[in-house]
């Protein structure tokens, strides 16, 4: 089994938000990066698959030099091979583009990515990449069985479930359920020492057009101080919210 | 014990002085940390129970011997990497950190430089796994602070030795495989001797009812006419410096791990401190307890500064002995006045289970006497700096 993880390397989610030059920019000073959940729990999967049918597993990412630690953080885990495609993801279709140049030139039975990045929660990358490639697409996975060329998957819809079945090869968008937060691996010394010697290739985009342009972000706003009213006090709840808050 | 919500201070940006690798390193041992030691460390402590089961986990994330070199089973990492896990572990519990650096320093690292190859083989891998646990036995029931003083012997028999003696305050003796003993052959040296357990005469009775390091097994080595082979020997170094030089090792650990509790007591209190409500508003607003805050995080700061400085000595082979004691002096210091003062910051709270402040503090009161005493460390600072010997 020949699988691709697309990895996102992501803001820490304790960390504080801030921006600059006129909330264009996201302030990235201090901000510790890490592997973004959503794929750490496709990248588990795949480990999982790995170790019990064999095959190869590689992660790619698009971004500058600043996100191979969080790619060699994945080698350490136990991906075989990094590619880092050497542009800012800034932009969710060219970024889906230049991840299914790479599926083009290499094959893959099964391509896995986050069904979202938990920062700017864009949610529309593996299915870009889909119809790029014209491949079937299944989001929100939350348990998969492989049998040969056949994929059970069963992905979460509101208020239930819903079951799959499709043939390889295939994309699927992953989330907590495919593995449980237990089952997320943490690298061991072993790990760490032999990603050393794996390879994490760098290689240039196919473009470098966006296609969106942010023009600005806003924080929400902050919450403010909460007031506890005894469950007796009807009438002092009825007034702070008539008064105060002034939301009746 | 709540939910960890550790988050590590580094006011200095320090981070920018380690290599990826480093930080690949210490993140991996933090993880490690907040799955599989804080939420079971609380009871193991109250129970005064070590949890074994976190042993195998400890030697994957590299809590055996990570500088030891890849043929003998290590990881083969530099000294700064080796201080950042203590520091990681320690932040979980000082016991913890313990049982990683006894079988780190004082039983992996004098095999690996004082043993032959064949002891190197047929210890190290275990040990670095933890199939093997070890424990060093230096001090006795008379001497403490003055080890050249000891009574425990061996006895040339020919074809064997027989070990004669006891041991206390030994760390992992209660159920290690294999104890680095220290013992004076027929003309006063001090010898490394290798004694396994099974041994016939080698029994090692724990100490019970300790109120520091509790999730750590802590006992005596009793040598009542054990028969040694000679190939348990440690052939390549003899005298009083071979222990010391693996108390160098460990205390050098200690310096790093202790920075761990510090920060822990520092990031709990500075959390509880901004939640707490007195006279309308959060007690972090009062100055008395941000002076405690802010005398806290520079402690913790200079102390960051000094160990680091320390790794990159030691990377090189520079760091004395005199470095190296001023440094664990130091930082063991640091940690316990943090301690103690984040304590006065949680209150009444600071005193229960649910919060980790008051079992560093009680870890720590060891922490402060072990591997060479607080009073002892500062002459040897002493004689550093004046030439002149204040010890006796």
Known sequence: MNILVCISSVPDTTSKINFTDNNTKFDSNGIQFVINPYDEFGLTKAMMIKESTGGKVTIITVGNATVEPVMRKTLAIGADYAVRVNMSAIDSFSTATEIANYIQENNFDLIIAGRESSDYNGGVVPGMIAEILGLPFVNACIDMEIDGDDVKLIREIDGGKEMISVNLPIIIGSQKGLVEESELRIPNMRGIMQSRSKPLTVIEPISTMLHTNTISFDKPEEKGICKLVDADNVSELVNLLQNEAKVI | ?392
């Open chain 2, 1 to 392: 014990m709540s939910q960890d919500l550790y988050q590590a201070p580094d006011y200095f940006l320090m981070d920018e002085l380690l290599t990826e690798e480093h930080k690949l390193i210490r993140d991996a041992a933090r993880e490690w940390v907040k799955r599989e030691v804080s939420p079971i460390i609380e009871e193991a402590c109250q129970k005064a129970e070590f949890p074994k089961q976190i042993i195998k986990g400890l030697g994957e994330i590299g809590g055996f011997g990570p500088y030891i070199p890849v043929e003998y089973g290590g990881a083969g990492l530099d000294q700064i990497s080796y201080g950042l896990i203590m520091q990681e572990l320690e932040r979980g519990d000082s016991g913890i950190r313990s049982t990683s650096s006894v079988q780190s320093s004082l039983v992996m690292y004098p095999i690996w430089k004082y043993g032959s190859e064949e002891q190197k083989m047929k210890f190290l891998p275990k040990l670095a796994t933890g199939e093997f646990i070890g424990c060093f036995g230096l001090t006795e029931p008379d001497h403490g602070s003055n080890p050249g003083g000891m009574v425990t012997n061996i006895k040339d028999m020919g074809d064997h030795y027989i070990l004669n003696g006891a041991k206390m305050w030994i760390s992992n003796s209660p159920f290690a495989d294999v104890a680095v003993v220290w013992a004076k052959n027929e003309e006063g040296r001090i010898k490394g001797v290798l004694v396994e357990r099974g041994m016939e005469g080698f029994s090692t009775p724990e100490t019970h009812n300790k109120w520091s390091l509790r999730a750590s097994a802590t006992g005596e080595l009793v040598f009542n006419n054990v028969k040694i082979p000679k190939d348990n020997i440690l052939p390549n170094k003899d005298g009083l410096g071979a222990p010391l030089g693996c108390l160098d090792s460990a205390r050098y650990g200690i310096a790093w791990g202790t920075i761990g509790t510090a920060m822990d007591c520092y990031d709990t209190a500075l959390r509880y401190a901004k939640q707490r409500i007195q006279f309308g508003k959060p007690i972090a607003s009062f100055q008395l307890q941000q002076k405690k805050l802010a005398e806290m995080i520079t402690e913790i700061t200079k102390a960051q500064l000094l160990t680091w400085r320390l790794g990159v000595l030691k990377n090189s082979g520079r760091a004395t002995t005199a470095q190296i004691s001023m440094c664990k002096r130091n930082n063991v210091d640091m940690a316990l006045n943090i301690a103690r003062q984040s304590r006065q910051i949680l209150g009444a709270m600071g005193i229960t289970g649910e919060y980790s402040i008051m079992r560093h503090m009680m870890n720590l009161e060891s922490v402060i006497t072990y591997e060479g005493t607080h009073d002892i460390h500062l002459l040897i600072t002493g004689m550093d700096i004046t030439g002149e010997n204040a010890f006796k």
